[in-house]
């Protein structure tokens, strides 16, 4: 055998086995994604994932619920339940705070009017123990 028929026969050996190669690279990718899946059913991984993706969902609905019933990310809606009902309580904790202030002034007003230590309990009875 000479040079030549040598140098045509590892061409073809080398390129033969390249080929061969490359399709071993390729079952064992195709072996690996396959045994990957199997592995992820064995371990209940599909499972997981479908519910992270309902939980996800189920996030998403109650995002929109809340801000459906005023409270936005940052600030309440304007004009919605949430904003009414904050407003209005508010409103009615104002309202006593300012009773509360007038009856302060009125007591205070009495006590330095008052004539009497009497007079001057009278004021106090109820809110000094």
């Known amino acids: 055998m000479n040079n ?3 140098k045509a026969l590892a061409q073809l050996v080398e390129k033969t086995y390249q080929r061969l190669i490359g399709e071993a690279k390729d079952k064992e ?3 690996v994604k396959e045994i990957t899946e199997k592995v ?3 371990l209940g991984i599909d499972t997981i994932d479908t519910q992270i993706e309902a939980l996800k969902k189920q996030i998403e ?3 929109d619920k809340k801000k459906k019933l005023g409270f936005g990310y940052y600030e309440l809606v304007e004009g919605s339940k949430a904003k009414l009902l904050i407003d209005t309580r508010t409103r009615q904790e104002s309202m006593e705070m300012v ?3 007038k009856e ?8 330095w009017t ?3 230590i009497d007079e001057a309990k009278a004021l106090l009875k109820g809110i000094v123990k």
């Open 99 to 101: 009773g509360l202030e």
């Open 29 to 31: 990718g195709l072996l």
């Open 61 to 63: 609905n109650l995002e």
């Open 104 to 111: 302060l002034t009125e007591r205070l007003a009495g006590l």
């Open 4 to 6: 030549a028929q040598r």
């Open 114 to 116: 008052a004539q009497t």
């Open 40 to 42: 992820k059913v064995e």
